[in-house]
């Protein structure tokens, strides 16, 4: 199955795809390529977020998705989208504030009291740089002193509440 995602233009638009639930497991799932289960909006303004220009727009998900070993985990997305290339320290203290909030520690269960793991999925409405991909992921390997990767090392919660992945579509 190929799925093709393209960048969105208008926020109001995008919005509203994204509020239908199928579309946004779809678009979703595109992305993470993995089977999205479940997908649900959840509040994304948080009050400590300057808001000095309207050149950024934020839509945050909780999605169950199926791993390739078949089990399925709930995970955040944090969507953000912006066209303009200055935007990094935005995108730092809006992840700053979901990893600082209470609602996204794990109230039950064997991970009880870590964060839910996050994916971070930029949209951007310029080029990086020389980069000429228009979808970049970014994800970050546990690995030991000698630089060999630690199996199940990301899975571990410890690890997996501090560090997160990332999506860039330009």
């Not at 630690?150 to 992945?165: A, C, M, R, T, Y």
Request: proline share 2%; charged share 30%.
């Amino acid at each position: 199955m190929t799925y093709s995602v393209a960048n969105p233009i208008y926020d109001s638009v995008f919005k509203f795809l994204m509020e239908d639930e199928r579309i946004a497991k779809t678009v979703l799932s595109a992305l993470l390529k993995k089977d999205v289960v479940s997908v649900e909006m959840r509040r994304h303004e948080h009050p400590n977020i300057t808001h000095d220009k309207i050149s950024m727009f934020r839509i945050d998900f909780a999605a169950r998705v199926r791993e390739d070993n078949g089990d399925v985990r709930l995970i955040l997305i944090e969507l953000q989208k912006t066209w303009l290339d200055t935007e990094t320290l935005r995108f730092r203290r809006y992840l700053a504030a979901q990893y600082n909030a209470e609602e996204n520690i794990m109230k039950d269960g064997d991970n009880k009291g870590f964060a839910v793991p996050m994916v971070a999925v930029y949209l951007l409405g310029h080029r990086i740089g020389d980069i000429d991909k228009a979808v970049v992921y970014a994800s970050h390997e546990t690995l030991d002193y000698d630089g060999q990767v630690v199996e199940n090392g990301k899975k571990d919660p410890f690890i997996s509440s501090l560090i997160h992945d990332s999506i860039i579509v330009q």
